[in-house]
Each structure stands twice: as C-alpha cells, then as structure tokens.
C-alpha cells in the first residue's frame, strides 16, 4: 500500500500539475470518460446484440445509463464540488443531452449515410465530443466557486 501511496504523492507533485491545475482534472475526466465510455459500450451492444433494438434507441438509453455513472466519478472524484445535488445534476445532464443529440447525429451521418461500422462509428463521437464535453462541464456544471467536498 505504500508503494501506491508513494507513486501517487510523487504523481501530485510533478511540475506539469502545479503549474497546469486543469491538466490533472482533464486526466482524471479522461480515466472516467474511459470507465463511462466502457460502460455506454457493453449496455449499448448487449440492447443491439442480444436485445435486437435499434442502434439509435439503444444509443440513447446506453446514453442515459452511462451519464448518471460519470456524473458520479465526475462530481466526487475529478471536480470535487458540491451544490445541490438535482440542480447539479440537471446541469450535467443538460449538458450531456447535448452531447447526446449531437452523438446521435454523428452516429446517423457515419452509420447511414457513410456506411461506417456502427461501433467504429460510437468511437469516431466519443473522441469529436470528449473534449467539448470536458470544457462546458468544467466551467459551467462543475465550476470551481463551489466549497469542495471533504
């Protein structure tokens, strides 16, 4: 346990986060979109693999799991604020169903009208949308002038 310990304060201390702040939370963002983005991933193809429904339908209910997870880790782990906890989470996902309708479009462009694979489409959005989405959620859902959580 110590080791970890060691390798993490030796990780906080590096230059780049001292004099970079945002640079640590964007990686912490990136590691739970990663998690979020597994996570949209296995619900999205268990609907349209195993569960036959439409790609889009599933989308958006893989969309909707997957959000609540990264508001979550976002909120207690990568931005450590706190406000009320719905007005919070209406921001965020306000936010994200924006993210969602532009990740929809992106997917009906790719899949229908390019003939991409589906899900090498799903990867093409979640890279065009991942830094927006870490730019309105960092300075609008999660901004700093909130008390941080113990």
Known sequence: MSLISDLLQKIRALYFFQKYPASKQLIKFFIVGVSNTA?????????????????????????IFSVTWSFNLNRRWTFKVKRRLVTQYA????????????????????????????????????????????????????????????
């Open 39 to 63: 996570l949209d991933f296995i619900i999205y193809a268990a609907l349209t693999r195993i569960f036959h429904l439409y790609y889009l339908v599933s989308a958006t209910i893989s969309f």
């Open 91 to 150: 921001t965020f996902f306000f936010v994200n169903a924006i993210v969602l309708l532009l990740n929809i479009s992106i997917l009906y462009v790719l899949v229908d009208c390019l003939g991409i694979y589906d899900l090498l489409a799903k990867v093409i959005a979640s890279v065009i949308l991942g830094i927006f989405n870490f730019t309105i959620n960092k300075f609008w859902t999660f901004r700093p002038k909130y008390e941080k959580i113990a």
